[in-house]
């Protein structure tokens, strides 16, 4: 596509449920970034794929979060059992793979949990 | 480890007037420092960026920002403020040549708003 697209762009659920949030990057990028943006934190970077694997997973905040990427494409991030605290807005950012930090960022997912 | 100070959560300006953003950086080596603009209900967008050469940068919608080691900053500048400028701007640092973690760190965000 000519952007990065996130889906679903808003998710109410109650507390316990489990998630997913899908992320669909630009054609042809190989980097993936799954980062969190709650109210006064900033961005947190949450988890990074190079084509499929992802060789940093250091952000994810509990085992309670996952993410996986499939042909090197669309990428899913699973929150399981989630937390009020897990209500965030959560980004998705691809780019060309040699990093030169111009990350093209999607629209977001906004997540409350009730 | 890298990390990004960014001094205000909110600044306000009136139309027309210098916008001035204010970013500092901590790091053991030398930088890529980044500007990105997030509007309201989108995604963040890069601004401009610094990676190496002349220290002075010039961005999209007439912003730019200076890179100065011996102070450890990066602020961003536009001469006069437009009501569209109005959105939250993120500075970050970079040391990496790969991604992951150290691809980039961002500051919490400095929040524009433009008076009529």
Redesign the interface.
């Known amino acids: 596509g000519a952007g ?1 697209s996130q889906s679903p762009s808003n998710k109410v659920t109650e507390k316990g449920k489990d998630v997913e949030l899908r992320c669909d990057p630009i054609s042809g990028h190989t ?1 993936l ?1 799954w ?1 969190r943006q709650s109210l ?4 947190e ?1 949450l988890i ?1 794929f ?1 084509g499929n694997s992802a ?2 997973k ?2 994810l905040p509990s085992d309670r979060f996952s993410a996986e990427r499939t042909g090197g494409s669309v990428s899913t991030l699973t929150i399981q059992r989630t937390q009020q605290e897990d209500s965030a807005v959560y ?1 998705c ?1 691809s ?1 060309l ?1 040699t ?10 997912s906004r997540l409350t949990v009730l | 480890a890298q990390s990004v100070t960014q001094l205000g959560s909110h600044v306000s300006v009136s139309e027309g007037a210098l916008v001035l953003l204010r970013c500092n950086y901590s790091s053991s080596v030398p930088p890529y420092l980044f500007w990105y603009v997030q509007y309201p209900n989108q995604g963040l967008q890069l601004l401009l960026k610094y990676t190496t050469g002349a220290t002075l940068v010039k961005g999209i919608n007439g912003f730019e920002a200076e890179f100065k080691k011996s102070e450890t900053s990066f602020h961003l500048t536009k001469p006069s403020a437009h009501m569209s400028d109005a959105a939250e701007y993120f500075c970050a640092v970079s040391v990496g040549s790969g991604g992951g973690a150290d691809g980039l760190t961002f500051g919490k965000g400095t929040h524009l708003i433009i008076q009529p």
């Open positions: 990065v980097a970034y980062y006064g934190q900033g961005l970077f990074y190079q060789p940093d250091s952000g980004l950012a780019s793979g990093f030169t930090g111009e990350l093209f960022f999607g629209e977001g």
